[in-house]
């Protein structure tokens, strides 16, 4: 029987204070959100506070659900530490988290199952401190005091998290939901901006997501150019790139190749921002990446490019969503490069295209969030 279901009523009662600790990445994150609608419904009345690098701030800072952000600045602090003049700022930065962390907590989850994570774990003053008897990292138990086992490996990544949040007592998700939206004012400086540039804000738009962190996820750029063609010629969609601003030259070569017009937001948009552009899309192509977590979370339908990774573990979550992989011998492998590809290099444009037309007629636009799409699904193109 789960830990939490052993408290009486008048404990379930009392409010908590809860820290989530879920560093990074930003597709990790935000597929954890939909663990913090089952906590405040199995601890009603409790505080969440959540733990988060940098790079993912935004998207829990747009959450209602979520009480307090703590940042840990990690890839800030070491550029500062490499400068004199900047240690007092950084030591105050990690002085300061530090004591956040020793307010006292009355249940702490670590979802990340990392050594890092379990670093801050163990400052962190809780009186449970729940993660994965299976952590990803094995050093991470000796922070823990208690370990959740029988958590089958193999399931979605969202569907563990909400595991580990049922081990607590928590109901289980019929519609796990992400809680997740665009804030308002990022959306109207996002159609302002479209409509200076010459665009049609309101009218249809597909967003493709052609950068990955890994290289070995990146489909090619002529691939990209002839489905963005297809998308603006045959169904009169507006094209909009986006990525990071390291991506825009890849974004300019992908753009240099397509025959229709196409805008390039890599770079130009802030988290916020880029939650908005996807939300507004009426269909988004991506790797796997961060940005097609978001687009899924968001509730905007996802043609997602698979050939390294698992799509039934890490995939889009909802059933009304495709994935086109090929089915290799090799794949998945894990491996972040690739001296071929040929994973990702023998995805047809026109396949990807036949997925992008059949998913728009058959969602007309929003994406239900029901549960993964199952792997059978999954392969069917392959």
């Avoid at 901006?193 to 010459?198: P, R, V």
């Avoid at 994973?343 to 993964?372: N, W, Y």
Wanted: positive net charge; charged residues 25%; proline residues 7%.
């Amino acid at each position: 029987m789960p830990v939490g279901l052993k408290k009486s009523s008048t404990e379930l009662e009392k409010s908590l204070e809860i820290l989530v600790i879920k560093m990074s990445a930003l597709g990790d994150v935000i597929q954890t959100l939909p663990v913090i609608p089952v906590l405040k419904q199995r601890f009603p009345g409790s505080r969440i506070h959540w733990l988060v690098e940098e790079a993912a701030e935004p998207v829990v800072r747009c959450h209602p659900g979520v009480d307090r952000v703590l940042v840990s600045r990690r890839s800030a602090w070491p550029r500062q530490f490499r400068r004199p003049e900047t240690w007092p700022a950084a030591i105050s930065q990690i002085r300061a988290l530090v004591a956040e962390l020793r307010k006292p907590y009355d249940l702490a989850i670590d979802f990340q199952g990392l050594l890092k994570s379990g670093i801050w774990m163990g400052l962190a003053k809780a009186q449970r401190k729940v993660g994965f008897r299976r952590a990803r990292e094995r050093l991470n138990r000796l922070f823990l005091n208690e370990t959740v086992r029988g958590i089958d490996g193999e399931l979605h990544a969202v569907e563990r998290y909400l595991q580990l949040a049922a081990w607590l007592g928590c109901p289980k998700a019929g519609q796990p939901e992400f809680g997740l939206r665009a804030p308002q004012e990022s959306k109207s400086r996002m159609r302002d901006f479209l409509a200076s540039q010459g665009w049609a804000p309101d009218s249809p738009w597909a967003v493709l997501v052609p950068s990955a962190r890994w290289p070995s996820k990146r489909w090619s750029q002529v691939g990209f150019a002839r489905l963005g063609d297809r998308l603006a010629g045959s169904l009169g969609l507006q094209v909009a790139l986006v990525g990071v601003g390291q991506d825009r030259p890849l974004v300019e070569g992908i753009r240099g190749k397509m025959l229709n017009r196409s805008i390039n937001l890599a770079g130009s948009t802030d988290i916020p921002a880029l939650m908005a552009i996807l939300e507004m899309a009426k269909v988004v192509v991506s790797t796997d990446s961060g940005p097609m977590h978001m687009a899924a979370a968001l509730g905007t339908p996802v043609v997602a490019l698979f050939g390294p990774t698992a799509p039934w573990l890490t995939g889009p979550y909802g059933t009304n969503h495709r994935v086109v992989r090929r089915e290799m011998s090799c794949s998945p492998c894990f491996r972040k490069r690739c001296p071929t590809k040929s994973c990702m290099e023998s995805i047809d444009p026109e396949e990807v295209f036949q997925q992008v037309r059949l998913l728009i007629e058959e969602t007309g636009h929003r994406a239900s969030r029901e549960k993964p799409v199952e792997k059978l699904a999954l392969e069917a193109f392959a």
